[in-house]
Nanobody
């Protein structure tokens, strides 16, 4: 099993930046990729960004946040980061991370999430 703990959320103003962290523990050698997702009240959960756990820094960022958000990892710290710049009120959501164990599998082992609130 893998355990994930997110942190770094908070209340910020539009235009501010936040950096979220997702720390993994447990069977981390089995991880194929880590993804960040968000869910706003009354909306479905949406993919934000994902990165391979091993090898190169192959990453993907959703079109809705491209140019403002970036994802990175530190394998020594077993941590994946989501850098969020130029935040907008519509970025307000609970942000969660999850892992997948192969390219063809879905994401699972969700963390508890961290709240990001952007005021206008």
């Amino acid at each position: 099993q893998v355990q994930l703990v997110e942190s770094g959320g908070g209340l910020v103003q539009a235009g501010d930046s936040l950096k979220l962290s997702c720390v993994a523990s447990g069977r981390t050698l089995s991880i194929y990729a880590v993804g960040w997702f968000r869910q706003a009240p009354g909306k479905e959960r949406e993919f934000v960004a994902g990165i391979l756990w091993h090898g190169g820094a192959n990453a993907r960022v959703a079109d809705s946040v491209k140019g403002r958000f970036s994802i990175s990892r530190d394998n020594v710290k077993k941590t994946v980061y989501l850098q969020m710049n130029s935040l907008k009120p519509e970025d307000t959501a609970v942000y969660s991370c999850a892992v997948k164990f192969s390219s063809g599998s879905g994401y699972g082992y969700w963390g508890q999430g961290t709240q990001v609130t952007v005021s206008s």
